[in-house]
């Protein structure tokens, strides 16, 4: 059985709370979650045909009644770990296809929305098998009624789908096709900062790295940070 080593490396001037989530219930990895303090990593192995996503939580705390939550990508279980349910928060994501059907493939999106730079290097990279990522700060070019803030300071930046929930938004009802789900000031800022992820449901790039061979990957918070 293929195995691929993630190495999670943080290089934000903060601490950096992983999440890992498993979509196919067969191939699951662990832990679900983690601290990882600034300069740490932590190598993680996927196992073959794991189909899961990586982001990360900012800001986070346990309250006096033990409760852990976070002010950004938080996955609500109340707890350091995110077993169980997911539902999408406005954060940067990589989704990996391990070995599915011989075939490594990773895809980032801000397409919910941003919270953190976030770049992928694959150990054996080809013309196909590059490296990706969304290495800007956008929190502070995020239009004023999508900011997530924490106090005075932009946290986060949430799409116009997690924001409003319409079918024009979201590119749901009449407006699922490439004629009908248009562009907006999100998807524009977004497109011009990080050209090889995926902002939304029909843009046109082509966002999803394709590695043939089975590969290692390290994903790093904050890659260009000093």
């Not at 045909?49 to 346990?62: A, D, K, P």
């Not at 409003?164 to 590119?171: G, K, L, S, V």
């Not at 009908?180 to 990080?194: G, I, L, S």
Request: with cysteine; hydrophobic share 25%; charged share 15%.
């Amino acid at each position: 059985m293929t195995m691929s080593t993630l190495t999670i490396e943080n290089k934000c001037n903060h601490t950096v709370w992983p999440v890992i989530y498993s979509w196919n219930v067969d191939s699951q990895v662990s832990p679900t979650g983690f601290s990882l303090t600034r300069g740490e990593a932590r190598a993680i192995q996927a196992p073959s045909s794991w189909y899961g996503l990586i982001s990360g939580r900012t800001l986070c705390s346990t309250d006096s009644t033990g409760k852990f939550s976070c002010a950004t990508g938080d996955c609500e279980s109340g707890k350091i770990e995110c077993p169980g349910s997911y539902s999408w928060a406005p954060v940067t994501y990589v989704y990996f296809r391990i070995d599915d059907g011989g075939i490594n493939s990773y895809t980032i999106s801000v397409e919910y929305g941003y919270n953190l730079p976030l770049m992928v290097v694959p150990s054996q990279r080809s013309r196909t098998c590059i490296s990706a990522g969304c290495d800007v700060e956008l929190n502070k070019t995020c239009p004023k009624n999508l900011m997530i803030m924490s106090g005075k300071n932009p946290v986060g930046c949430s799409s116009t789908c997690q924001e409003f929930n319409t079918p024009e938004t979201c590119c749901t009802l009449d407006f699922k096709s490439k004629q009908n789900c248009k562009p907006t000031v999100y998807t524009r800022n977004f497109e011009r900062a990080c050209p090889l992820a995926q902002i939304y449901a029909y843009d046109d790039n082509n966002s999803t790295v394709t590695c043939l061979n089975s590969t290692d990957y390290v994903i790093t918070f904050c890659p260009s940070y000093n």
